[in-house]
């Protein structure tokens, strides 16, 4: 015999309870990503961090081996191979000079450093990428025919602005300049210039006062073309060459604590103007930048600023070797001081 069949006692989802479940599940979901991306960026920073400490380290590692920091950069001479006083600059950086202590010893031996930095015979140094020198927060550029390597960070050239314009008061070579016959080239109050070297006797303002590295990373609507790139300093007009902002000025390998942090770039040239061209009182020599008249547009100079896509701030190495994030909203008083390194300045830690 059959035995009668039981009604089943379980029943589907109703379409009400089916869209509840859904609705929970976006709820977590919304609540779950900001969560997952805060993680990621912080792992992000954290790996920032120890790119600069590594930086930083190898500049020590440097300043044993040779007694000084790296030179920021090298100028033209009027014994260079061009055969014309300051057609150009030599541009080696601090960042090819610290190779051998980041264990690409045989990166910098492929470097002649007789020729300029951006010569066809040194496209083999300086197209290897240093994953050091890029911040994972940092867009990465395309590459296009000229091969160079992109770069996240920036020498710390202190208040006095001395790669756009040099320092002298008349054309090459002036007697009363600091390097005559090297264009006219100034180390400025910063730890990195042209031409010289600091030595840790001369940061007076103290090495965990005084910043080394910074990051220079580009903007988030950066052009394609908009890129850091680490084997040659220079600042050129980008107009011309199409793919940036109208009266572009970009600034390689260094950067200026004058203009604020993370200050957005300068799209229609009218700040740069007004900076070298328009204020002060010496008619466009680089100490004209730090007169009063001039800091409402030198403070928007984003080109030649200190930047990241960090929220909130930057990350900076000091010359002690410590890593700090410095927040954008930093007074520009302490963010100067920061800068230099004989200053004389009293900055307080809790300050920034």
Not at 7 to 19: D, P
Not at 317 to 335: C, E, P, R, W, Y
Request: proline share 5%; with cysteine; net charge neutral.
């Amino acid at each position: 015999m059959s035995k009668p069949r039981i009604a089943s006692s379980h029943r589907g989802f109703t379409l009400i309870e089916l869209l509840v479940v859904i609705a929970i599940i976006a709820v977590l979901i919304a609540l779950l990503l900001p969560a997952v991306q805060s993680a990621r960026e912080a792992a992000r920073r954290a790996q920032c961090v120890n790119n600069l400490k590594q930086i930083a380290l190898a500049c020590h590692n440097y300043e044993s081996s040779q007694g000084c920091f790296p030179m920021g950069n090298r100028y033209m001479d009027d014994t260079s191979y061009v055969g014309t006083a300051c057609a150009g600059w030599f541009g080696h950086s601090a960042f090819g000079l610290i190779l051998p202590f980041l264990e690409s010893g045989a990166q910098y031996n492929a470097i002649n450093f007789n020729f300029v930095a951006n010569s066809g015979r040194n496209t083999t140094g300086y197209f290897t990428l240093v994953s050091g020198y890029l911040c994972p927060s940092d867009i990465p550029a395309p590459v296009y025919t000229t091969p160079w390597a992109q770069c996240s960070y920036g020498m710390s050239r202190g208040t006095q602005e001395n790669i756009y314009e040099n320092w002298a008061a008349a054309s090459f070579p002036d007697p009363n300049a600091e390097q005559p016959k090297k264009c006219n080239a100034a180390l400025g109050n910063g730890m990195f210039g042209a031409e010289n070297s600091v030595k840790v006797q001369g940061v007076t303002d103290g090495t965990s006062n005084t910043t080394l590295f910074g990051e220079a990373s580009r903007w988030i609507d950066d052009p394609s073309k908009g890129t850091n790139w680490y084997h040659f300093t220079a600042v050129f007009g980008t107009t011309n060459i199409g793919g940036y902002y109208t009266g572009d000025i970009r600034v390689e390998t260094g950067a200026f604590t004058y203009p604020d942090i993370n200050a957005p770039p300068d799209r229609t040239g009218q700040y740069i103007n007004a900076v070298f061209c328009g204020c002060g009182t010496k008619n466009c020599i680089p100490s004209d930048w730090l007169d009063p008249t001039c800091l409402p547009a030198v403070r928007k100079l984003g080109q030649f600023a200190f930047r990241s896509l960090h929220p909130g701030g930057v990350n900076f190495a000091f010359a002690d070797g410590s890593v700090k994030f410095v927040k954008s909203s930093i007074n520009t008083q302490t963010l100067m001081a920061l800068g230099t390194r004989s200053g004389g300045e009293v900055v307080s830690a809790d300050s920034y």
